[in-house]
């Protein structure tokens, strides 16, 4: 019996979640036989079994809303004002050449570091979570923007120019659709930077969600409730992930 | 089959008496500034398309065919000579000419039927009527069954006749092709260059079609303009005296080798030329 009569190895889901039942089982392994320090890593059993805890007795699942409404929110600004940049730099090519190697400086700069003059400026509030996490997602979307405008096929936008469409039925018919999967790409991207931003900032200010709960959990050495909470860090991420995707496919069916 | 007198070494295109010329070209020239200098890609290129006729524009590589191809289509502006569509000076894209490009210029993001919609969306037409006109264009260059289909899904020659099709969409006056089999194999280009011949019968389609292949001219033509190379100049109008309705059946004719043969007399020189100045370009950009 070949590949082909196997449920199994043709999902890709269930090779993922077997994929990650081996590496917990490798790793609860690992510590039981000494070869991992189980008071640095806790055992994975344990940290699933801290999830019902942490979710009666830490308010895990507001927190969970606290941080993927501050995603949210750093997602819903990238979009509105981080791919407008990234098309305006596109068509002010002289403020483009100009500014463009700084953008790209901007990525790589750990904005987290300054976040005591976001503090100054915002307060100690969500504000400041939020706008840090802007300031870290703003490069690579409106880097990515750019390049997916400047991938257009040139014989798109003639076939375009020939049937007279205007400026604007140009960016909207032809010039967006075609700059799409870039642009999604920037906004995955964008979106990992900003949450890292969020539950670091979080962290560092004690205060918020998931981010501070882990603060919390670590301070009270309280491991295996600590990396439970890091799974719903990465739920969020996984949801946002899932999410962006939908959107993609609903806008351009087919890449 | 009697093989037909060849047209002789007339460098303008003349039509017959009395008719109106609906692509009327006179003069074009067009040049480019480069770090070399002035380079001179066409020259004094003059002719005439009569309504219904299917023109080619032949010549070698970088004789400045899709530099004409542009200026017609509205893309380029001439540096000297003009261009008149049905009477009507081109100075930008015109709506009485559809063009059909080289590169494959489908949208990959919509379906078959949704790109020979494109223009008609773009002149705002009810979503209903647009799409029903798009079908019987769809039904005429033979992709019925493939309308829900995207662009991804087609072969190269499928997807050259969807832009045929969206160009057709577009009710043009004249259809304006830069080598638009130019990327498929013999086989196919001689079975679309059948299909064109079909749209050009059913519509009275005028068309021009520029190419680089010799075969592909003479089996569509009633005339055939040969270029020089650089700087482009007509040199040359053959008038294609093969009968008509024709189809791909026609290149095993005699009189078909004959002027596939003649052309290429005319061609070879002015492809070595070309194929020389590519050679020194190389060796000089290589030293370099």
């Keep these: 019996m070949g590949e082909r009569s196997n449920p199994f190895w043709r999902s890709p889901a269930l090779v993922g979640i077997a994929s990650l039942a081996i590496a917990f089982a490798a790793v609860e392994i690992l510590i039981h036989i000494g070869a991992i320090n189980r008071y640095i890593v806790p055992l994975p059993s344990q940290v699933l079994l801290a999830s019902p805890r942490i979710i009666a007795e830490e308010d895990v699942l507001g927190r969970f809303l606290t941080t993927a409404g501050e995603a949210a929110a750093v997602g819903l600004l990238l979009a509105a004002i981080a791919i407008p940049l990234g098309v305006f730099l596109y068509r002010a090519q002289i403020i483009c050449a100009a500014v463009e190697s700084w953008v790209g400086a901007l990525a790589a700069a750990p904005l987290v570091l300054i976040y005591p003059l976001f503090l100054v400026i915002f307060g100690r509030n969500a504000l400041t979570i939020i706008a840090i996490g802007f300031a870290a997602g703003l490069a690579p979307v409106v880097l990515k923007t750019l390049e997916g405008l400047r991938a257009t096929r040139p014989v798109l936008i003639n076939m375009g120019r020939s049937f007279k469409l205007s400026r604007a039925q140009q960016f909207w018919k032809i010039l967006l659709p075609s700059a799409l999967p870039s642009i999604f790409t920037g906004m995955r991207l964008g979106l990992i930077f900003g949450l890292i931003n969020v539950v670091g900032v979080e962290f560092l200010i004690n205060f918020g969600g998931l981010g501070q709960l882990i603060n919390d959990l670590a301070e009270r050495y309280d491991l295996p409730a600590m990396y439970a909470t890091i799974g719903f860090v990465i739920l969020v991420s996984v949801l946002f992930f899932a999410g962006l995707e939908r959107l993609e496919r609903w806008l351009r069916p087919v890449q | ?288």
Excluded at chain 2, 47 to 67: D, Q
Excluded at chain 2, 197 to 223: F, K, Y
């Design chain 2, 1 to 288: 089959m009697s093989v037909p007198a060849i047209a002789g070494k007339e460098t303008q295109a003349p039509l017959p008496a009395g008719t109106r010329p609906l692509l009327l070209v006179e003069g074009l020239g067009k040049s480019f500034e480069t770090p070399e200098g002035v380079v001179i890609a066409v020259d004094g290129v003059s002719f005439a398309v009569a309504k219904g006729e299917l023109v080619s524009l032949i010549g070698p590589s970088g004789c400045g065919k899709s530099t004409v191809f542009n200026i017609i289509g509205g893309l380029t502006p001439a540096s000297q000579g003009r261009v008149m569509v049905d009477g009507e000076a081109v100075s930008g894209p015109h709506a009485a000419i559809g063009m059909v490009f080289q590169e494959e210029s489908t949208l990959p993001w919509r379906t078959v039927l949704d790109n020979v919609a494109f223009p008609l969306e773009i002149q705002g037409m009810r979503r209903s009527e647009r799409l029903e006109i798009a079908m019987h264009f769809v039904k005429l260059v033979g992709l019925d069954g493939f309308e829900r289909r995207y662009p991804s899904e087609l072969s190269g020659g499928m997807r050259q006749r969807v832009s045929i099709a969206r160009a057709l969409g577009f009710r043009p006056k004249m259809l304006l092709m830069d080598e638009p089999f130019a990327s498929l194999d013999e086989q196919t280009r001689l079975l679309l260059g059948d299909k064109v011949l079909q749209i050009q019968q059913e519509l009275g389609q005028t068309i021009l079609l520029i190419t680089h292949n010799i075969t592909e001219a003479v089996q569509l033509s009633d005339r055939i303009l040969v270029m020089s190379y650089r700087p482009g100049r007509i040199m040359r109008v053959v008038e294609i005296a093969l009968p008509r309705p024709r189809t791909s059946e026609i290149v095993s004719s005699d009189a078909f080798g004959r002027y596939v043969a003649e052309i290429w007399g005319d061609l070879r020189e002015e492809a070595s030329r070309g194929m020389r100045h590519d050679e020194i370009h190389a060796l000089r950009d290589a030293r370099a």
